[in-house]
C-alpha cells in the first residue's frame, strides 16, 4: 500500500519564479493538506482540499494556490517566489467519512530553495 | 482558535532512562491531540493520537500520551530510552469533526546520551 508521495524531492528556484509541487495521496484517502515547515519551526498550515475545493485556509498570501483532481492528487502552487519562501512542503492526506476529516498521514516533502 | 506549546525545544536522556516530553494546548472546542515524530530530511510520522474515550493513548516504539483536560496537557512519555529515539518530535491539535486544520507546536528536539 502506496502511502504520500510527493514531487520533486527538492527543487531550487530563484526571487520571483514560480514552482509547482506536487501530491498523491494515501490509498483510500479523498482530502489533501498543505504544510509549510521552515527550518527549526513546527508546519504552518497552508490549505486543505476535499472535493475538488478549498476547504480551509491558514495565514498565507494569495500566492499560494492550490488545486485538487478528480483522482485526490493536488498541486500546490507558489508565484513571485521570495527568499522565505524556501523551506520543506509536507503534504498530507485524509478520508473525509463520516462528516470530519480522519487521522493525517504525511509525504515525505519537497525541500524548496529560493535564491 | 488552537494552539500548542511545547515546553522545552531540547530534551537530553540517558539511554534506558525515562523520555517525558510535554505538550499543552488550547482549543475553543473539543480538541483532537497528535504527537509526530520527524527524522531528519523526513516527513512526519504519527506517533498516537486522541479523539475520545480513554484518555491514556499507547503508540507505537512504546511511547504513550496521556491526555488531561483539566490541565489541558497531553505529555508524551516512554520507560526507557533507546538511541533510535532520537529524533524531532510535534505535538499538535485540531478541533473534533470537520475538516482538519492541524495546528503544531514548535517541536522537541529528543537526544539519547550512550
Not at chain 1, 59 to 73: E, I, L, M, V
Not at chain 1, 102 to 112: C, H, K, M, V
Request: glycine share 10%.
Amino acid at each position: 500500500d502506496a502511502g504520500v508521495t510527493q514531487s520533486p524531492t527538492h527543487l531550487i528556484k530563484t526571487r520571483g519564479q514560480q514552482v509547482t509541487l506536487r501530491c498523491s495521496p494515501k490509498s483510500g484517502h479523498d482530502t489533501v493538506s498543505w504544510y509549510q515547515q521552515a527550518l527549526g519551526q513546527g508546519p504552518q498550515f497552508i490549505f486543505q482540499y476535499y472535493e475538488e475545493e478549498e476547504r480551509q485556509r491558514g495565514n498565507f498570501p494569495d500566492r499560494f494556490s492550490g488545486h485538487q483532481f478528480p483522482n485526490y492528487s493536488s498541486e500546490l502552487n507558489v508565484n513571485a517566489l521570495l527568499l522565505g519562501d524556501s523551506a520543506l512542503y509536507l503534504c498530507a492526506s485524509s478520508f473525509m467519512g463520516q462528516g470530519w476529516a480522519d487521522t493525517q498521514y504525511f509525504g515525505p516533502g519537497t525541500r524548496l530553495t529560493v535564491l | 482558535a488552537q494552539s500548542v506549546t511545547q515546553l522545552g525545544s531540547h530534551v537530553s536522556v540517558s539511554e534506558g532512562a525515562l523520555v517525558l516530553l510535554r505538550c499543552n494546548y488550547s482549543s475553543s472546542v473539543p480538541p483532537y491531540l497528535f504527537w509526530y515524530v520527524q527524522y531528519p530530511n523526513q516527513g512526519l510520522q504519527l506517533l498516537l493520537k486522541y479523539t475520545t474515550g480513554a484518555t491514556l493513548v499507547k503508540g507505537i516504539n512504546g511511547f504513550e500520551a496521556e491526555f488531561k483536560k483539566s490541565e489541558t496537557s497531553f505529555h508524551l512519555t516512554k520507560p526507557s530510552a533507546h538511541m533510535s529515539d532520537a529524533a524531532e518530535y510535534f505535538c499538535a491539535v485540531s478541533a473534533s469533526g470537520g475538516y482538519q486544520k492541524v495546528t503544531f507546536g514548535t517541536g522537541t528536539k529528543l537526544q539519547v546520551i550512550p
